[in-house]
């Protein structure tokens, strides 16, 4: 006989998150034809609402993680040479990336824990040898908020034909984003973070100077190309047979952001955010991140206190929750707790008694 399916654990870790039943059921419904005018409809009901949230003129839609995308940007953008903003394991990966599809590439790294900030990168960029630059806006593996305005605006205004790439996979959909007003070429997020969907989908906004700069560059490949995506988006479809489920969860999913109101849903990540935060000071516990670039949604927690991280992870594992326990070479030193998505304050003061009580006993 086949085994019993076991219950899963209540996720608390960076992503995915939680997805909620309704979103679930939503994902279920019947497939529908991707040259159809049905799908048409579907496509803009969710392309509108996405760009008026993210501020921008277009969102492409992607049936791949963000990783596809960190490619995508880097073929469709790099002319002279790319700036890569590393502050921890994403924004390193995303350096790799660069490196891998064959463009001239630099890193200016930081140490985990540090944010970037204008002052970081322009004296590279008077060198004139960048024409793009990659940042990682929340960096999952640290719990690090790189600020993104002051940088996207000193690109702007000194160096206006760098185009500025913002991956925010774990801060979309949980802090105020606007790309256009910002001067981003692009700024994209997974969907398995703060969107509480499941993985394999992303949104991405793309400006004019993106599509601009795609038009000029040859042997970009076929899936990844810009303008292929431009072209269908022109017809309000997708380039080739994207994720059904996906889009119809990302369609409940926004429906669930307008009945509470993005100014609550900002409001309620910042108190959640805030409420991890006090409770480890209260702990004897520290922050990981730079202060004042601590992220919004995963707080990254120093161990001064001495707990055994993997003894805490088994015991919240019997209570029907799956602990974060750290990043790589921070795991047992650094854990993280994230606080994103659809996860409720309550939610997280039950997590946060739990753990209490755990260490306790």
């Known amino acids: 006989m086949p085994p019993e399916p076991m219950t899963p654990p209540f996720l608390f870790i960076p992503g995915p998150t939680p997805v909620p039943d309704h979103i679930l059921s939503a994902m279920a419904q019947p497939s529908i034809g991707h040259r159809t005018p049905e799908f048409s409809h579907l496509w803009q009901d969710i392309t509108g609402r996405l760009e008026s949230m993210l501020g921008a003129k277009r969102v492409f839609l992607f049936s791949n993680p963000a990783t596809g995308v960190w490619e995508a940007v880097i073929r469709n953008s790099v002319v002279k040479g790319a700036l890569n903003l590393v502050n921890g394991a994403f924004s390193g990966k995303w350096h790799q990336t660069a490196e891998a599809c064959g463009v001239m590439c630099e890193a200016i790294t930081k140490p985990w824990g540090q944010a970037f900030h204008p002052e970081d990168i322009e004296g590279a960029l008077s060198t004139g040898k960048f024409d793009t630059v990659t940042l990682v806006h929340n960096e999952t593996s640290t719990g690090v908020a790189s600020p993104i305005e002051p940088i996207a605006e000193l690109i702007q205004r000194k160096y206006p034909d760098v185009l500025l790439h913002v991956d925010a996979v774990s801060s979309m959909a949980a802090v105020e984003i606007r790309a256009d007003d910002w001067g981003l070429a692009s700024c994209f997020a997974s969907l398995q973070k703060a969107w509480s969907l499941p993985p394999g989908f992303t949104v991405c906004t793309v400006s004019d100077k993106l599509l601009d700069r795609s038009a000029s560059m040859s042997a970009k490949g076929y899936y990844f190309d810009m303008h292929v995506y431009d072209t269908y988006y022109q017809k309000q479809q997708t380039p080739s047979t994207p ?19 993005l100014d609550a849903r900002y409001g309620r990540h910042l108190a959640m955010a805030g409420t991890v935060r006090q409770w480890a000071t209260r702990r004897g516990q520290s922050l990981y991140a730079e202060p004042g670039c601590e992220s919004v949604t995963l707080t990254a927690i120093r161990n001064d206190a001495g707990w055994d991280v993997q003894a805490l992870y088994e015991a919240l594992e019997k209570e029907g929750y799956r602990m974060d326990r750290g990043y790589g070479k921070l795991r047992g030193e650094v854990f993280r707790i994230a606080h994103m998505g659809a996860v409720t304050p309550h939610q997280v003061e039950t997590y946060l008694a739990t753990i209490d009580r755990l260490v306790a006993a």
């Open 243 to 261: 994720s059904l489920p996906h889009m119809y969860g990302l369609q409940a999913v926004l429906s669930d952001i307008a009945a509470e109101g």
